[in-house]
């Protein structure tokens, strides 16, 4: 027997109010771990707290981002998120701290860049929840493009190459304004249900996408 019209417009009411809970409770999950990860920058900055290191950074990275997918169904993911964001809000400390150091003009950098992510944020989130349009079709592009923009990032950094690390923040640039859409547009088409793993994916879009703007803008103030 086919569905009503009635039944219908139920089903598809209840989907749309399921995607719009899942996306108010990411961006509030996403505004407080924000605020937590710049407060634990702040206090990096103001005890001069030295960097973890590459190594140390990406053993612990993807150990408590290994934890926050098995805990996302519990109350425990949520504590796993602040934990995730509040390291790698520490990881920033000395970075912003280096550029505010040994940059004339570092104060204008680390906010050009912040405020550039803001906006590219904000205005990719807005485009993805008015245009309503389904940007599933990034997925592959996104996949292939950020494997080879980490594995491009891993040798530029063990070989100390400049070029290659500035071509690899412009990746990524570009990677994360996308994977933004992709996510903001799978909440709202009902495929990402879980708001602390989509929570995560934004967060991490965020803290890529304002430190290799930070690298770049850097860059540049030094080539000037």
Known sequence: ?????????????????????VLRNTYLLLSA?????????????????PSPGFIITMAVYFGLLFATHKLQNSA???????????????????IVSA??????????????????????FVGLSAYAVKSGKDFSFLGGFLTVGMLAAFVLGLIAVFFHLQTLSLVV???????????????TGSILNGEQTNYIVATVSLYVSIYNLFTSLLHLLGFASMDD
């Open 1 to 21: 027997m086919s569905n009503s019209p009635v039944q219908v417009f139920s089903t598809v009411g209840e989907s749309v109010q399921s995607a719009n809970k």
């Open 33 to 49: 771990t924000l605020a937590f990860s710049a407060l634990v920058a702040g206090l990096a900055m103001a005890f001069d707290l």
């Open 76 to 94: 425990w993911g949520i504590l796993s998120v602040f934990a995730l964001t509040g390291f790698l809000g520490y990881t920033l400390g000395p």
């Open 99 to 120: 550029y505010l150091r040994f940059l004339p003009n570092g104060h204008q950098v680390v906010l050009t860049a912040l405020g550039t992510t803001a906006v590219a």
């Open 169 to 183: 923040s412009g990746m990524f640039v570009l990677a994360m304004g996308a994977f933004i859409l992709f996510e």
